[in-house]
């Protein structure tokens, strides 16, 4: 199994090129079978959550081409779906275990062919994501649900009906996938509490173009008119606010400087202003976000997760990390998942000094230094604040179980080594 192997103390600086998100790239794909036109999607990153999702779609009869494009002078894939003719309405154990996105297979296949059997979905150990939200939408829009043998089996007669939906919290998944069954559901779909993350936009602009009619786009109220028939389409994948995010950490951890290019400073306005009031600089342009930590003295911030545009869930273990390097204490307040501190018993290894309280808050102190050491990441964003770790630990680091990083951060060592990071890929061949 791969491991990454770091030697701390590198300023970074330079320029990093921010890819296609991958929470926007996944119920992307998932909308393309809602017609049996062709659709492109650009802009795409090379993950292993996507090759997944592609796998779990050819499964189903869809038809996919790629070809590679160069953006900026990094490589990213455009494909193309085609899903004339469904030969299979299954979604199998084997396919969704690898990744919780695969459920955003069932409301378009609700919606185009009434019926789907989706195994109960896996995806990073970091609490409960139930589904009882999406299910219980799909119910009142008429579909029979039952759960028999660890997989969902639902069914409608002829087509879902439109209705008046209020979530009892703004769930990312549950609002796509219930836009997703709504634009072809008869009758007009309102959805009060949806989620307003960037993600769900890009999925509802996508719609829009394929012929579907949604409004109250970025708002909490969705208003979703359902069509006949959706046609193909060409989409750009939005730029992956959360890598970006990410990549801002390490520059403020390494006190360096990094232009993050095709980022959208306007998807992530809290995390720049945390940022801003700990101390670092923060250039937005129109086609990237510039961090400049070089010389700064950071100081300690509380933070607390909550839905967009609040504090990212997916940036928190990167930014508890940087909170080691900043004066004073800084609380960190988890709102969203009830086990995202799983990574804290690997920095105290490292030095850290985190006090978790429960499963709800952690105190960050200031520690003088990180000491490299052999950690175990334990899910996709916490191995990223694993590294950050390591970038700047004295010694070398090896964070391993590093498949977590492949399903969400493409080219992570290719990008950190161009800024300066000393950091390289390794496996247990090249060892011996």
Known sequence: MDRLKIKGGKQLNGQIYISGAKNAALPLICASLLTDEVVTLTNMPLLSDIISMNALLEQLGTKIESRDEIIDGNACKNYTYLTKEFSSLVAPYDYVRKMRASYYALGPLLARKGYIELSLPG?????????????????????????????????????????????????VGATCNVMMAAVLADGITIIENAAREPEIGDLAAMLNDMGAKISGIGTSVLRIEGVEKLHGTIHKVI???????????????????????????????????????????????????????????????????????????????????????AEGASMITETIFENRFMHVPELL?????????????????????????????????????LVLAGLIAEGETIVNRIYHLDRGYEKLEQKLRSVGADIERINNKEEE
């Open 123 to 171: 995806g990073c150990a970091i609490g409960a994501r139930p589904m009882d939200i999406h299910l219980s939408a799909l119910e009142q829009m008429g579909a029979n649900i039952e759960i028999k043998n660890g997989y969902v089996i639902a069914s409608v007669d002829k087509r879902l009906k439109g209705t008046h939906l209020v979530f009892n919290i703004a769930s």
């Open 239 to 325: 730029p992956d606010r959360i890598e970006a995010g990410s990549y801002a950490v390490a520059a403020a951890i390494t006190r360096g400087k990094i232009e993050l290019i095709n980022a959208q400073a306007e998807t992530l306005q809290t995390p720049i202003k945390i940022l801003r009031q700990a101390g670092v600089k923060i250039e937005e342009k129109p086609q990237s976000i510039v961090v400049d930590a070089r010389g700064c003295k950071l100081v300690g911030q509380d933070l607390m997760t909550d839905y967009y545009p609040g504090f990212p869930t997916d940036l928190q273990a990167q930014f508890l990390t940087l909170m080691l390097t």
């Open 349 to 385: 290894r490292m030095g850290a000094n985190i006090n978790v309280h429960g499963h709800a808050s952690a105190i960050v102190r200031s520690v003088d230094k990180l000491y490299g050491a052999p950690v175990m990441a334990t899910d996709l964003r916490a191995s990223f604040a």
